[in-house]
């Protein structure tokens, strides 16, 4: 079971909004920063976001993240076919002195 | 351009010691604030952080994993090795290596391409 909890999956219409959670506690999400990361079928993890809401170059405009207390959200407007993945969150716990992550969200378009 | 890569067995018996090797370019881990974290993820399962060593030699361990993990350097080589024993069909995982710049955080960034090692009892 993963230290961090996401909603296992999210479906929206193309050109549409999602939004992804992400729940941890204050040794991590709480007191560290968040990262978020698109997987495509069958390649590595890719970091969309990081330091909570700053996104790497080359990332599109329509995905971001915030944070507010223990909990982090990954948005992604403009929904494209290309978006389907599962996405996770990630983060250093201090408690566990290693980093960890979310369970994964599947990310439908429909 | 910053590259990694994992290599080593793709099979292992349980009980074995399996011992993997990240190649990296584009980066030195003499760095100030640079890391390389190891990461695994078994089919259709989600990622989990093993471990993580830093530019001055300083590493963190998962927990559950750390009286078995050993991660090394060998800065001449560019090469990060882990070491896992006690190798359990459980274990069976994609293994990822991947860069994390200075700062703080799991911001990986870029990860290798990962390398599939199955456990057979």
């Not at chain 2, 390389?36 to 559950?64: F, T």
């Amino acid at each position: 079971q993963s230290v961090l909890t996401q909603p296992p999956s999210v479906s929206a219409a193309p050109g549409q909004k999602v939004t992804i959670s992400c729940s941890g506690s204050s040794s991590n999400i709480g007191n560290n920063y968040v990262a978020w990361y698109q997987q495509l079928p069958g390649t590595a993890p890719q970091l969309l976001i990081h330091d909570n809401n700053k996104r790497p170059s080359g990332i599109p405009d329509r995905f971001s993240g915030s944070k507010s207390g223990t909990s982090a959200t990954l948005a992604i407007t403009g929904l494209q076919t290309g978006d389907e993945a599962d996405y996770y969150c990630g983060s250093w716990d201090s408690g566990l002195s290693v980093g960890v992550f979310g369970g994964g969200t599947k990310l439908t378009v429909l | 351009q910053i590259t990694l890569k994992e290599s080593g067995p793709t099979l292992v018996k349980s009980t074995q010691t399996l011992t993997l090797t990240c190649t990296f370019s584009g980066f030195s881990l003499s760095t100030t604030g640079v890391a390389v974290g190891w990461i695994r993820q078994p089919p259709g399962k989600a990622l989990e952080c093993l471990g993580i060593i830093y530019w001055d030699d300083d590493k963190r361990y998962s927990p559950s994993l750390k009286n078995r993990l050993t991660i090394t350097t060998d800065t001449s080589k560019n090469q990060v090795v882990l070491t896992m024993t006690n190798m359990d069909p459980v274990d069976t995982a994609t293994y990822y290596c991947a860069h994390r710049p200075p700062g703080q955080g799991v911001k990986f960034d870029p990860w290798g391409q990962g390398t599939l090692v199955t456990v057979s009892s």
